[in-house]
């Protein structure tokens, strides 16, 4: 059961800016756990696309960027391309949970 | 390159068992921890459960759905990960990825995913 909140969807044109939320609690995000993000296009597995709230791995564009405040986490994505039409997860760490590890709810983002 | 490769996917009615492998290149995998996570079909991402580096202890952690039905473990010297799931319910319908679980006490996350293996839990 997930205790990282995200929209189930946003959409933007070609060249928008769009953003996804994930909002957690005090037991994760709160707690100072760090955020990731991955990004899962039509029928693939994931890829990490944010670690530790804010960085890229090599090869992700720099037109993502994640940040942190508070109980809350957020993907940007700016200049939206086609090739960006997929679902996004955000990802923590819970202390009060049996599981350590949890996933947000996913997003999908739409490519108008 | 790092390349994880799950295999052992397929049909098996409720109350079976089936036993997943992943196997592992490119990089240490002794030294690496490793996690199972899924995906039932058409929903989201669930952490499945993780096994330590021997190094760290070589412990094991499960998600409270798959508790005491679940096993993880490894064959370092095979590079493989295994998972070894009794007692299959419905629900764990899924496609099961395997990944490698890197990072800190305050930031694990996982960084390279193989491209899953499909259980279908069906009579």
């Known amino acids: 059961q997930s205790v990282l909140t995200q929209p189930p969807s946003v959409s933007g044109a070609p060249g928008q800016r769009v953003t996804i939320s994930c909002t957690a609690s005090?037991?994760?995000?709160?707690?100072?756990?760090?955020v990731h993000w991955y990004q899962q296009l039509p029928g693939t597995a994931p890829k990490l696309l944010i670690y530790?709230?804010?960085n890229r791995p090599s090869g992700v564009p720099d037109r993502f960027s994640g940040s942190k405040s508070g109980t809350s986490a957020s993907l940007a994505i700016t200049g939206l391309q086609a090739e960006d039409e997929a679902d996004y997860y955000c990802q923590s760490y819970d202390s009060s949970l049996s599981a350590p590890y949890v996933f947000g709810t996913g997003t999908k983002v739409t490519v108008l | 390159e790092v390349q994880l490769v799950e295999s052992g996917g397929g049909l098996v009615k409720p109350g079976g068992s089936l036993r997943l492998s992943c196997a592992a290149s490119?990089?240490?995998?002794?030294?690496?921890?490793m996690s199972w996570v899924r995906q039932a079909p058409g929903k989201g991402l669930e952490w499945v459960g993780r096994l330590k580096s021997k190094t760290d202890g070589g412990t094991t952690d499960y998600a409270a759905p798959v508790k005491g039905r679940f096993t993880i473990s490894r064959d370092d010297s095979k590079n493989t990960l295994y998972l070894q799931m009794n007692s299959l319910k419905t629900e764990d319908t899924a496609v099961y990825y395997c990944t490698t679980d890197t990072g800190s006490d305050y930031g694990r996350k996982f960084e390279y995913w193989g491209q899953g293996t499909l259980v279908t839990v069906s009579s």
């Open positions: 490119g990089f240490t995998f002794t030294n690496a921890w």
């Open positions: 005090s037991s994760n995000i709160g707690a100072g756990y760090d």
């Open positions: 530790g709230n804010s």
